[in-house]
DNA sequence: TCTGGGGTCCTAGGACCC
DNA sequence: TCTGGGGTCCTAGGACCC
């Protein structure tokens, strides 16, 4: 032991950091939302069905007839679509009164996040008890490393270390389905760059393997915007300067991706393209944040509308408090998030001497925020965010002199 | 046809301290 | 008094993701 301790770290510093062979999956769930509300309504398997819009009230929409998309009126977006739908042209995000010009006889169901959440939950622990090492990346889908597993392998278990890691995935997508009755897709690559982007690339209930010799014949003719971490305006930005697909980018000198992206974004994106990520599948993280925002049905007047405005502006602090409360964090910095009816977005924050987690605390902190942004407009948006987290109960890091004084 | 809500991370300038 | 550099905290904005 002591000696091999040793010869690994020699060749560490002698040598390339050996990387030991890594076998990661990313696993999504299809069309999630979805197909959690198919569950519910069978009869509407096989056919165009959006999510979006307000939140299910207490009855929901049963009794009633379902709603088609033609009758929406309001500022929703989607957030899932069923496949059927999307083959009319409909996509999380858009809006749903243009969703409703492309597809009226849509049905439109509101989210239920509550049932989402404990969807998302039993697949989650079906996956853990076949693989405990799960990141969580929201509420459908998740990283999973499967190195420790494939390199155990069981006697009679295949030879080849990426067969054991498809039979692996296999075996998880059964579980996830026993569980849940719902499907997802998994891709499984050397690491979580290329295991997103392999997920993606056989939906709905694929199965990609790609290794890194796969990098150039699979990942190359993609466009550019499968990578994740390059969104709307980085791919406009690189299609202005000819690089379309993932192959034009790694081909590209890298100089010219630091010149126009900066050092840490350009040669991120440089090693992204090669299909180079060395990041961990994190199992635990504390949150940095938490906040709670509202868009208004209609633009609010800040002079006209000031009793409504501070109604809501109260209850978002209020319901702030309550999700601290609840998850048992307190914080310093309090923001404020407010959004024009030109969606031009101003924030201001403060940071407080001591935690808190406490309403009127956070609303005054809001409050002198709120003092300071220019109130010349209608606005769509209020929001109030709690960051600088910490776990009231835990002792706030303190040195051993102020122990000694208490 | 205008664009939800909940997050994370990065950049950049200024204050302040050593 | 001037100059310089490094480190950390604070604030504002923006890109990106699910």
New binding site residues.
Partial sequence: MPAGGLLLRYSALVHEPLMPMRFIAHLDMDAFYASVELLRYPELRGTPVVIGGRRRTANGPAGGSLKTLRDYA????I?TATYEARALGVH??M?L??AA?LAPDAVLLPADFDEYRNYSRMFKDAVRAVAPEVED?????IYIDLSALVMAAPAGAALDPWERARELAARIQDVVFEATQLTCSIGVTPNKLLS?IASDLDKPSGLTIVREADVPARIWPLPVRK?????????ARLATLGIHTVYDLAHVDPALLVEHF????GAWMHDAAHGRDARDVVTY?E?????????FDDDLHPVRDRARLTVIFTELCVRVAG?LQRKGYAG??IGLKLRYD??????????LDAPTQDAQAIRRAAGA?LK?VPLDRRI??L?V?V??LSRPGAAPPQSALTLAEV
């Fill in positions: 309001g500022r929703g977006v957030t999380s995000g809006g009164m243009k010009q990346r929201g509420i459908d889908e997103k990578i994740n971490g390059i969104g709307p305006k980085a791919g900066g050092r840490s974004y993280s949150p940095k944040s938490i906040s709670r925002e509202s868009t999700d310093r910095k030109n969606f031009k977005t101003v924030t201001r924050d403060c940071t925020c300071r769509r948006l929001g965010r960051g600088a």
